[in-house]
């Protein structure tokens, strides 16, 4: 079992203030969260031209393992 994990609404918030998306980032966070699963990596990165600012960005995340889950906890974002 996966768990996507963020403080209050910091995720909320970074993706609102970095990503010009007309799709809300609780539509899609069960999606994002397969998609790292899936390629095992801790990380999703949003391209240039999705940006605010015109430059790719990373939104970066802690990998924890539990005995019965494993979750990816919102660290932040950094420009790539």
Same mark, same amino acid.
């Given at each position: 079992?996966?768990?996507?994990?963020?403080?209050? *609404?910091?995720?909320? &918030?970074?993706? +609102?203030?970095?990503? #010009?998306? $007309? +799709?809300? !980032?609780?539509? !899609?966070? $069960? $999606?994002?969260? $397969?998609?790292? %699963?899936?390629? #095992? !990596? &801790?990380?999703?990165? %949003?391209?240039?031209?999705?940006?605010?600012?015109?430059?790719?960005? *990373?939104?970066?995340? =802690? +990998?924890?393992?539990?005995?019965? =889950?494993? %979750?990816? =906890?919102?660290?932040? %974002?950094?420009? +790539?």
């Amino acid at each position: 079992m996966y768990e996507l994990r963020y403080r209050d *609404r910091d995720l909320i &918030d970074m993706y +609102i203030q970095n990503v #010009k998306s $007309d +799709i809300p !980032i609780v539509m !899609i966070m $069960d $999606d994002l969260l $397969d998609f790292m %699963v899936k390629r #095992k !990596i &801790d990380h999703f990165d %949003v391209p240039a031209n999705r940006s605010q600012t015109g430059k790719a960005i *990373r939104f970066m995340f =802690k +990998i924890v393992e539990y005995k019965d =889950k494993t %979750v990816y =906890k919102f660290e932040g %974002v950094k420009t +790539i």
